[in-house]
């Protein structure tokens, strides 16, 4: 059985940094995509970074560039989303969410689907006050 668990979320002021985690469990491949999500209230569920455990190859939604790195721990099955320079409107309830690889289609291309990842974490919130 497959468990995603975050942790990490909190608030700060914008400006500030904080850094999610999220610990994979009972997956059988270690090639896969890992994604982080957002969602704010009233809003969408949509794609914040993305990470092709194979390779470590990483992907980020335009609004995130340069301010948030996902990242893969040593130990492989832990996985991290650094976010700094927050902005009030990254305030959200983020989760941690994996999938098998797409056949056929760029992982460029395939990170930020929401429908397509099958396991999810529970969420962590993160807040942003000015």
């Known amino acids: 059985q497959v468990q995603l668990v975050e942790s990490g979320g909190g608030s700060v002021q914008a400006g500030g940094s904080l850094r999610l985690s999220c610990v994979v469990s009972?997956?059988?491949?270690?090639?896969?995509?890992v994604g982080w999500f957002r969602q704010a209230p009233g809003k969408e569920r949509e794609g914040v970074a993305g990470?092709?455990?194979?390779?470590?190859?990483?992907y980020y939604a335009d609004s995130v560039v340069g301010r948030f790195t996902i990242s893969q721990a040593a130990a492989r099955n832990t996985f991290y989303l650094q976010m700094n320079s927050l902005k009030e409107e990254d305030t959200a309830m983020y989760y941690c969410?994996?999938?098998?690889?797409?056949?056929?289609?760029?992982?460029?291309?395939?990170?930020?689907?929401?429908?397509?990842?099958?396991?999810w974490g529970q969420g962590t919130q993160v807040s942003v006050s000015s």
């Open positions: 969410a994996a999938r098998p690889l797409p056949l056929g289609v760029p992982y460029g291309a395939a990170w930020s689907s929401v429908a397509d990842y099958v396991y």
């Open positions: 009972g997956y059988s491949s270690s090639n896969y995509l």
């Open positions: 990470l092709y455990t194979g390779r470590g190859i990483s």
